[in-house]
């Protein structure tokens, strides 16, 4: 346990059986789905993220907050959860000092356009005082004067704007406010030669979770009339502003996604979580084409069977425009013998779009013909051509994938061969196989 006090960090509660968080943010910044409109946030408020864990537990060279999901590092998937939320007006990284010039190439190569970076201290205190300290030297007018700071740790990345609602709401009002979960362990306290001293009684306590929220005064004077002890071995903001300013924090129940990434089978769990979510929903284009649109709405009806939702739209313009920054995944529904012409226009908008910059995409190309053939231009399109196309996609971090239906008036084989485009769509935007890319696979 990282805490010494009765509400404990939580490492206190099963690490086995991580629990899947349901959403995954995956919307552009300032913007959430989850969301309701009429929500706002009146007073300023930023975010302290201590990064300058070492990685101990994981038993890895690599801190677990730079370890690479889908060639992203862990901490930015948690600052995106951060940056999406339109009232966070900034965040702090706190870093160790040896790994800031890493932690300044993240930002600037995923365009995270709201993060400082500053160095750590010795502890974890000692860290999270250096980007308080931060906070206040932004020089923000006296209107603006920054109101409350919501602290959080980087290896938790699947936090929902809702909840950080909550605890910046009653940090305002309280003056402090942390998240909590219930104990999944019974705690005991051992004797010094090892033996069972006493336990807790389990329904008194919880687990004290992250994020937790401040005013900006009460956190700040906290850490000023702190102790070096306070500094060298606590790590329980929600303490120091009860003992040193005594202002009792409202604990607020969190859902089971706040929890923090420890071990180095919870990396693999946080993978798996975060590929299962970019790969719920799909976008297909169908240019307008009548057959284009019969297929997409069949293919539609088939991948919903696979727990994938599919909107279908005739293109990207316009108000279809917003698909372009909340999906993922785009399907190309051709049936004319313009389909790479269509394919290259798709691929140029997501690029303009700059949604790559954070996850892979992935794009197929569903091609319907009559015949055996495909033509573009009254040619038949060659392997080379599409796998010239998806190398060149592959280096923007987008991954091309073909599929070939082939036009059936038999009813039932029309049916299974879009049931196995379905299957197949699923499986390449699920697994984004590199050694599938550039291939037309046959449905």
Same mark, same amino acid.
């Given at each position: 346990?990282?805490?010494?006090?009765?509400?404990?960090?939580?490492?206190?509660?099963?690490?086995?059986? +991580?629990t899947? +968080?349901?959403?995954?943010?995956?919307?552009?910044?300032?913007?959430?789905?989850?969301?309701?409109?009429?929500?706002s946030?009146d007073?300023?408020?930023? *975010?302290?993220?201590?990064?300058?864990?070492t990685?101990?537990?994981?038993?890895?060279?690599?801190?677990?907050?730079?370890?690479?999901?889908?060639?992203?590092?862990?901490?930015s998937?948690?600052?995106?959860?951060?940056?999406?939320?339109?009232?966070?007006?900034?965040i702090? *990284?706190v870093?160790?000092?040896?790994?800031?010039?890493?932690?300044?190439?993240?930002?600037?190569?995923?365009?995270?356009?709201?993060?400082?970076?500053?160095?750590?201290?010795?502890?974890?205190?000692?860290?999270?005082?250096?980007?308080v300290?931060?906070?206040?030297?932004?020089?923000?007018p006296?209107?603006?004067?920054?109101?409350?700071?919501?602290?959080h740790?980087?290896?938790?990345?699947?936090?929902?704007?809702?909840?950080?609602y909550?605890i910046?709401?009653?940090?305002?009002?309280?003056g402090a &406010?942390?998240?909590?979960?219930?104990?999944?362990?019974?705690?005991?306290?051992?004797?010094?030669?090892?033996?069972?001293?006493?336990?807790?009684?389990? &329904?008194?306590?919880?687990?004290?979770e992250?994020?937790?929220?401040?005013?900006?005064?009460?956190?700040?004077?906290?850490?000023q009339?702190?102790?070096?002890?306070d500094?060298?071995?606590?790590?329980?903001?929600?303490?120091?502003?009860?003992q040193?300013?005594?202002?009792?924090?409202?604990?607020?129940?969190?859902?089971?996604?706040?929890?923090?990434v420890t071990?180095?089978?919870?990396?693999?769990?946080?993978?798996?979580?975060?590929?299962?979510?970019?790969?719920?929903?799909?976008c297909a284009?169908?240019?307008?084409?009548?057959?284009?649109?019969?297929?997409?709405?069949?293919?539609?009806?088939a991948?919903?069977?696979?727990?994938?939702?599919?909107?279908?739209?005739?293109?990207?313009?316009?108000?279809?425009?917003?698909?372009?920054?909340?999906?993922?995944?785009?399907?190309?529904?051709?049936?004319?013998?313009?389909?790479?012409?269509?394919?290259e226009?798709?691929?140029?908008?997501?690029?303009?779009?700059?949604?790559?910059?954070?996850?892979?995409? *992935?794009?197929?190309l569903?091609?319907?013909?009559?015949s055996?053939?495909?033509?573009?231009?009254?040619?038949?399109v060659?392997?080379?051509?599409?796998?010239?196309?998806?190398?060149a996609?592959?280096?923007?971090?987008?991954?091309?994938?073909?599929?070939?239906?082939?036009?059936?008036?038999?009813?039932?084989?029309?049916?299974?061969?879009?049931?196995?485009?379905?299957?197949?769509?699923?499986?390449?935007i699920?697994?984004?196989?590199?050694?599938?890319?550039?291939?037309?696979?046959?449905?």
């Amino acid at each position: 346990m990282e805490d010494h006090h009765k509400k404990m960090q939580s490492d206190s509660c099963d690490p086995d059986r +991580p629990t899947h +968080p349901g959403t995954f943010p995956t919307c552009e910044a300032g913007k959430s789905d989850h969301q309701p409109a009429e929500r706002s946030v009146d007073f300023p408020v930023s *975010v302290v993220l201590p990064a300058g864990g070492t990685g101990e537990r994981t038993g890895l060279q690599t801190p677990k907050q730079f370890c690479l999901f889908m060639g992203r590092p862990l901490i930015s998937y948690t600052i995106q959860a951060f940056e999406r939320v339109s009232w966070i007006q900034s965040i702090v *990284v706190v870093v160790a000092r040896e790994h800031m010039d890493l932690m300044t190439d993240i930002v600037q190569q995923f365009q995270h356009t709201k993060v400082r970076v500053v160095p750590g201290g010795s502890t974890r205190h000692r860290s999270i005082y250096n980007g308080v300290l931060a906070l206040g030297e932004e020089g923000r007018p006296v209107v603006d004067k920054l109101k409350v700071v919501l602290i959080h740790d980087a290896v938790r990345p699947f936090v929902e704007e809702d909840f950080l609602y909550k605890i910046a709401m009653a940090a305002k009002e309280q003056g402090a &406010a942390g998240a909590i979960r219930p104990l999944v362990s019974t705690v005991i306290a051992t004797t010094s030669e090892g033996y069972l001293d006493h336990s807790l009684e389990r &329904a008194k306590y919880r687990a004290s979770e992250m994020p937790q929220g401040f005013t900006y005064d009460v956190i700040y004077q906290a850490y000023q009339k702190c102790s070096e002890s306070d500094f060298e071995f606590g790590t329980e903001c929600l303490h120091l502003v009860l003992q040193y300013c005594g202002t009792n924090a409202k604990l607020i129940q969190g859902p089971p996604t706040l929890w923090k990434v420890t071990y180095k089978r919870d990396l693999a769990a946080a993978e798996s979580i975060i590929k299962d979510t970019l790969s719920r929903s799909a976008c297909a284009i169908t240019g307008g084409s009548a057959q284009a649109v019969t297929l997409a709405g069949a293919l539609q009806k088939a991948v919903g069977a696979l727990n994938m939702e599919l909107a279908v739209i005739p293109d990207l313009t316009g108000e279809n425009g917003r698909y372009l920054l909340k999906d993922w995944n785009f399907i190309q529904v051709s049936v004319n013998r313009s389909c790479l012409s269509e394919v290259e226009a798709l691929l140029t908008d997501l690029e303009a779009a700059k949604q790559a910059l954070l996850h892979p995409l *992935v794009v197929i190309l569903v091609l319907l013909s009559g015949s055996d053939e495909l033509s573009v231009s009254g040619r038949a399109v060659e392997p080379e051509a599409i796998m010239d196309l998806a190398s060149a996609a592959k280096l923007r971090n987008i991954l091309l994938y073909g599929i070939q239906l082939h036009q059936s008036k038999d009813t039932q084989r029309w049916e299974r061969s879009v049931s196995r485009v379905a299957e197949i769509t699923s499986a390449l935007i699920r697994d984004r196989s590199p050694a599938l890319v550039g291939q037309l696979l046959q449905a």
